[in-house]
C-alpha cells in the first residue's frame, strides 16, 4: 500500500483530494493531511509518505519551496502538483524539481487516476530491493488488517472464506481458542491538536508504532495481531489464548499504557474479551471487548481495563441508571422547542454537574446521556446539525472516553444552542460570519488557518468557507491577505520599520513571500510602494 501525503492550505480542498483518492480503488491511502510545505515537511518524519499530492499557492511555505525542498532531502518521494494557477513559474517549478505530474483545478477523477498511476510506478522503481521487501511485508500487515476489519464489521460472514483466507494470510490461530482486547485513549484529542496539528490519523499511527514495538519486545514466538478498527478510533489486540492468559495480556496492555504515557502523554482505556473459539467469532468478541471498554469509569486516570468473565452463563448485568432521565430529558426538549437559551443553558449545566459529582459514571453511561441529548435537540432544531455539525456525529460521542472529554462535549454544545437561539433574528451565517471577521481583524497577524477558526468557532470548515465567502464576498484567504496587505501598506507609509520587521509584524516570516504576496496585491514591491508614497501624508 502507498502512503500518501496530501498538502493544501485549504481545509476543504485537502477534504476532496482526499476523498477522491479513497474512491479510485489504488493501492494507496491517505495517510497524513498538511496545511503547508512546513508542516509536511515536519509530519513526514513521522508518516513517511511515498507519494505527496499538492497544491502551489500555500503560506508559510508556498509551492515552490516546498518542491526544492523534496528534491534536496526527499528525492524518493513522487510529487503530484495539484494547482488552480497555470502560471509559468509554478509550471517551471514543477519540473526543474521534477514533480510526477501538474494536474490544473478543478482536477477530474480520471486526471487523479493517471497522475497517480504515474507516481506509483515511479515510486516503485525508485525502490531498492530491500525497500521493496519492506514495502512487501507492510502491503501483508495491511492486507491482515482489512480482512481482520471485514470479519469484525460482519462484512464477511461465510465460514469457508473466512478460513481460506485467514490460511492464505498465515494467521495460524483462527481455528484455536483466543481472547480480544480493545483499547481507546484519553486525552486523545488535546494530544491530537497540541502536537498532530488536529491530525487524529497521525497520532493512531505513532499509537500503533509503540503497540507494535512493546509486542516484538515481550520475548513470545507468536506475537498477537494488532489492527484498527473501522473508525480508526480503537485498536484491536487478537491474542491466541495458547500465548497469553488473562493475566499476562492485562500485564502486556499495563506495559503499553506507561510507554505511550511516557512518550505522548495518553492514558489506556481497555476492554478484554472472554475467550473465544475461531476466527468466525471475531464479531462477537469485538462487540463483548467493546462492551467491557465502556464499563471503566468516566473519570477514571492512568490506566484501566474491565474483563469479561470466564463463565458467561453466571454473568449478572448491571443496570446502571440513565444520567440523563425522562424527565430531564422532556424539560430539556420543551426548553429546545420553546427557543429558551437559558433555560437550555442552565439544564445542560445540571447534567454536567450531575456528571460531575455522581460517583462511579461508567462511559457508556456518559455516551448514552449525550446521544440522548443530540437526539432531542436535532429534533426541535434542525438547522443547527448543519451549523455544528461535529456535535451531532456519532464519532464524536463515541470517541468520549474520560470526563474532560464530556465537559468539553457539554460546553461546545451549550455555546451552539446559544448562539443558535441568539441568530433567530438574523440567519446563523451573518450573525457567526460578523464575530469571525471581527476575530480576524484583530488576529489577522496570527497563524491562523480556516481550521482553526472552525474549530474555535465550533463550525464545520466547509459550512464555514461557504458562508464566509456568501456574507463577505471573500474567501478567508482573500480576507486575511486584505488584512495583512492593508496594514503593510500603512506600515510601510507611516512607519521606519525595515521591510522584514513589517513583514513579521504582519504574520509573515518569510520576507520572500511577503514580498511576492504585497506585489501580487499592489502591483508594486514593498519598496517600490514606500518610495512612491515616501514624504505623503
Known amino acids: ?69 523534496l528534491y534536496t532531502n526527499y528525492a524518493e518521494i513522487k510529487v503530484i502538483v495539484i494547482s488552480g494557477y497555470s502560471q509559468f513559474e509554478y509550471m517551471k517549478a514543477a519540473v526543474t524539481y521534477q514533480a510526477c505530474e501538474y494536474v490544473l483545478k478543478p482536477i477530474s477523477l480520471s486526471d487523479l487516476r493517471s497522475a ?202 448491571p443496570v446502571s441508571p440513565d444520567l440523563l432521565t425522562v424527565f430531564e430529558l422532556k424539560t430539556m426538549q420543551q426548553a429546545f422547542a420553546a427557543g429558551n437559551a437559558m433555560e437550555s443553558r442552565e439544564l445542560l449545566h445540571k447534567l454536567l454537574q450531575k456528571a460531575g459529582t455522581v460517583s462511579g459514571v461508567s462511559i457508556r453511561q456518559g455516551q448514552r446521556a449525550l446521544t440522548k441529548l443530540t437526539e432531542a435537540a436535532a429534533a426541535e432544531m434542525k438547522e443547527l446539525t448543519l451549523s455544528y455539525p461535529q456535535l451531532f456525529d456519532a464519532r464524536s460521542i463515541a470517541g468520549i472516553v474520560d470526563f474532560n472529554q464530556f465537559s468539553l462535549f457539554i460546553t461546545q454544545f451549550v455555546t451552539a444552542i446559544e448562539d443558535y437561539h441568539a441568530s433567530k433574528g438574523m440567519t446563523p451565517s451573518v450573525y457567526s460570519i460578523h464575530e469571525i471577521a471581527a476575530f480576524l481583524d484583530a488576529h489577522y497577524f496570527e497563524d491562523i488557518s480556516l481550521i482553526d477558526i472552525a474549530t474555535r468557532f465550533h463550525l464545520d470548515p466547509s459550512y464555514l468557507s461557504k458562508q464566509f465567502k456568501t456574507v463577505t464576498s471573500e474567501n478567508f484567504i482573500e480576507y486575511v491577505t486584505r488584512k495583512r496587505m492593508e496594514k503593510a501598506c500603512e506600515l510601510l507609509h507611516l512607519s521606519d520599520h525595515k521591510i522584514n520587521e513589517i513583514s513579521e509584524l504582519v504574520g509573515y516570516e518569510n520576507q520572500r513571500y511577503f514580498s511576492q504576496v504585497f506585489k501580487k496585491f499592489t502591483g508594486q514591491t514593498p519598496s517600490e510602494y514606500r518610495d512612491q508614497h515616501a514624504g505623503i501624508s
Open 116 to 317: 497517480l498511476m504515474k507516481a506509483i510506478e515511479a515510486s516503485h522503481n525508485h525502490l531498492t530491493l530491500q525497500q521493496q521487501k519492506k514495502f512487501a511485508q507492510d502491503m501483508w500487515q495491511v492486507r491482515r488488517e482489512v480482512f481482520l476489519q471485514h470479519v469484525t464489521s460482519r462484512r464477511i460472514t461465510n465460514v469457508a472464506d473466512i478460513q481460506a483466507q485467514a490460511e492464505a494470510l498465515s494467521i495460524s490461530s483462527a481455528e484455536g481458542n483466543y481472547r480480544l482486547a480493545v483499547c481507546m485513549f484519553r486525552k486523545f484529542d488535546d494530544i491530537s491538536t497540541t502536537k498532530f496539528h488536529g491530525n487524529a490519523d497521525l497520532l493512531m499511527y505513532s499509537i500503533e508504532n509503540i503497540l507494535t514495538e512493546v509486542l516484538n519486545s515481550s520475548g513470545q514466538d507468536v506475537v498477537p495481531l494488532l489492527y484498527k478498527s473501522d473508525d480508526r478510533m480503537k485498536l484491536c489486540l487478537y491474542v491466541p489464548d495458547s500465548v497469553y492468559k488473562e493475566s499476562q495480556i492485562k500485564q502486556l496492555l499495563a506495559t503499553f499504557h506507561s510507554a505511550i504515557n511516557e512518550m505522548l502523554r495518553l492514558d489506556v482505556v481497555a476492554g478484554l474479551s472472554h475467550v473465544f473459539h475461531k476466527l468466525e467469532r471475531l464479531s462477537d468478541a469485538f462487540d463483548t471487548a467493546y462492551d467491557q471498554l465502556k464499563n471503566n469509569k468516566l473519570h477514571a486516570t492512568c490506566f484501566a481495563i474491565t474483563m469479561s468473565p470466564a463463565d458467561q452463563s453466571s454473568v449478572v448485568v
Open 1 to 69: 500500500m502507498y502512503k500518501v501525503m496530501v498538502v493544501d492550505d485549504e481545509s476543504l480542498g485537502r477534504k476532496s483530494v482526499s476523498k477522491m483518492i479513497s474512491e479510485l480503488a489504488l493501492n494507496v491511502e491517505v495517510i497524513a493531511e498538511a496545511r503547508h510545505g512546513e508542516e509536511a515537511l515536519e509530519l513526514m518524519r513521522i508518516s513517511k509518505p511515498h507519494i505527496i499530492v499538492t497544491d502551489m499557492n500555500m503560506p508559510i511555505m508556498n509551492g515552490q519551496q516546498f518542491l526544492e525542498a
